[in-house]
């Protein structure tokens, strides 16, 4: 047989309500109508006895599979043979599960379910993977705690480590603190920093190479390929690494910003940053006149969770006033601290130690709104508090304030993400003339370039990585901690989130695992995330290009760079495998060994549509198989009954959804297509960052195809939904099966 000759066999598991719900020998002669060479069902195809009926079919010459039964969520590797392509088919989740038994419409559904299934098998091939060279040294950006311990990490695991800092010594931070709240029991006292010991194991170790006082020019390739260009004391050096962990830290909120606390404007109102050196200098006087400060008032959230400033929580400043306070009583024993706070937060075994500063009768606690600070004629400080718990308003004299100013992370310019959040907000408010023009040219220019100059990467959408609205370079803070929405290039520590030092280290070693996790799947040719071990990758029929950009465009990632006419220039190993381009592209010419439009649309014109004597609906539905597939499994699970009108095929993203399928389905007479894909803002997020905001955005396409068609526009309906969501997505279904036989028939059926 010529090894590019499909020969299917079909297995249908009878388990699970399956054989007892629907008519297998039926579901056995469409298997053979759709070109099946060979069809056999077994009662418990998951069983020893099954798994063994499916390797005599490979065995007897079957180079792809069709199994029917549970979802190709469940026993991924008991149906999976070496060198043979495998197709699942959801009988049980999506059929008898959710529909009820020995009915003519189930029946119906589970036939056409095959004929997809089958489909999909003729069509698809097993992709080959990307094979290129990989370089297994991983660069580490940031020489303090967070960078000195994935150094460590990478090179214990046995990596080369190329490890890059700005200053001409190694600690970061660190360096300016001489004390830590408390890592270990009994969480009462106050530590040395320690640096010294990890200083020393990093220029002790062989596999890391330390490179101080050192700029970062230029990174330009792909993982396992990056080429990057530093320049240490005026020299360039060259260099190629495979992975990019960036570590580097943060800096604080500018206090100048805060002048109704005082800060930038009187001397004594200092930040907890500056604090931090007065302590370490072994006495606490005041910066106007060097006069011991013995009445210290730290207002906390100095900033941080407004609106205005940063609307995050920064999360460590607390211990560091509870710290900064208990330090200060240590130095002097005549000083009072009053902490003027919003919440306390202080989680985990660090309530020990909020304890023991609540235990010292000279540190003082009061909850309250801070409205302002005025300086008196001798320099002292009076701090205005309102609702607080001692009474509706107070005032507090003070030596010296400490402002708790939050973390902002050293991978984004403060001042241009406030001005690019303002510009949406008049944007938001459509508010006319030249403002509305000047915020739209804001947002276009901050766009391009949403953070500083770190990485500079030569990447087509800018030189460093793309951050969510708190300017952290999350790629989803949900489910994928420490990557960046440019694949193998992971943030740990305080540039990803605030964090004290002891989550820096464990941010260390989980991006360092990250790192040679994306280095090894490189080797294979495979996708880190979220579509682990997808060997699959694009491919571009770039002969039919018409330089549109809109690939290069709308890749979360960067994927793709473009030569000076437009034409995309692909990174593979950038790639996520998420689609986004294949859904861009007019012209159709991207497409994957086993996801491609032809193989969609094939299984979209497989289904059997009645025609409109027999009045029995059919929609379709595109689901997201990151939320909106799961979800429905989840609601088969429960047993929970959607309509045996629709037929699902699950996407790899919103954003792949080509409108070329919408398009194939009203003409195949489908009568309504529902567009399910994760749920997009603030508070979740597509796993592949845009792909439900994208299909919004196509919607425009989509109605004006309808309108070409002279269709009603609710014969398409999107929705979003997190996969914690799934008990509404039955009744979605069910709404939308009503609408559309209100609205009637496809006029195009038949």
Known sequence: MDKNEKKIAVCICGGCDIGKSLDLEALAKVAGEEGAAVCRTHPFLCSDEGVELIRKEVAAGANTLVVAGCSPRFNTDTFAVDGCFTERVNLRELVVWSHPANDEDTQMLADDYLRMGITRAKKAAIPEPFSTEIDKTILVVGGGQTGMAAALAAAQAGYQVVLV???????????KCARKFPSTAPYRDLEPIGLEATVQQIQQNPRIKVNLATAIEEISGQPGQFDVRLKTNGTDNQLRVGAIVQATGWKPYDASRLGHLGGGRYPNVVTNVEMEQLLASGKLLRPSDGKPARRIAFIQCAGSRDESHLPYCSAVCCRVSLKQ???????????????????????????DFYRRAQEDPQIFFTK????????????????NVENTLIDQKIQVEADLVVLATGMVPVSADSEAIRKYRDAKAVIAKGEAGAQLEAAKETVEKLKEHEGTDVLRLTYRQGPDLPVLKYGFPDSHFICFPYETRRTGIYAAGCVRAPADSVSCREDAAGAALKAIQCLEL????????PRWEDRSYPDFALQRCTQCKRCTEECPFGTLNEDVKGTPQPNPTRC????ICLGACPERIISFADYSIDIISSM???????????????LLGLVCENDAYPALDLAGMARMQHSAMIRFIPVRCLGSVNVVWIADALARGFDGILLVGCKSGEDYQCHFIRGSELMG??????????????????????????????????????????????????????
């Open 604 to 618: 979209i014109k497989s289904v059997q549509v009645p025609d409109e004597f027999e009045e029995k609906p059919r």
């Open 165 to 175: 800092e700005k200053e001409p010594e190694l600690g970061g931070f660190g360096k």
């Open 522 to 529: 490189a080797t294979g040719g495979a996708a880190v995330h």
């Open 325 to 351: 306070a208990i330090w200060a009583r240590e130095l002097d024993a005549q000083t009072q601290a009053y902490v003027l706070y919003k919440d306390i937060r202080a989680p985990g075994q660090y309530e």
């Open 368 to 383: 309250g709104e801070v409205l302002s600070v005025e300086e008196t004629a001798n320099h002292n400080l009076l701090v």
């Open 576 to 579: 996520r495998r998420c689609g």
């Open 697 to 750: 955005t196509r919607s425009d396409n989509i109605r004006e195809k309808l309108k070409q068609l002279a269709l009603e526009e609710e014969r398409v309906r999107i929705e979003e939904l997190a996969i914690a969501d799934f008990r509404r997505l039955p009744q979605i279904v069910n709404e939308f099966a009503a609408q559309i036989e209100e609205i009637g028939l496809n006029p195009f059926k038949g």
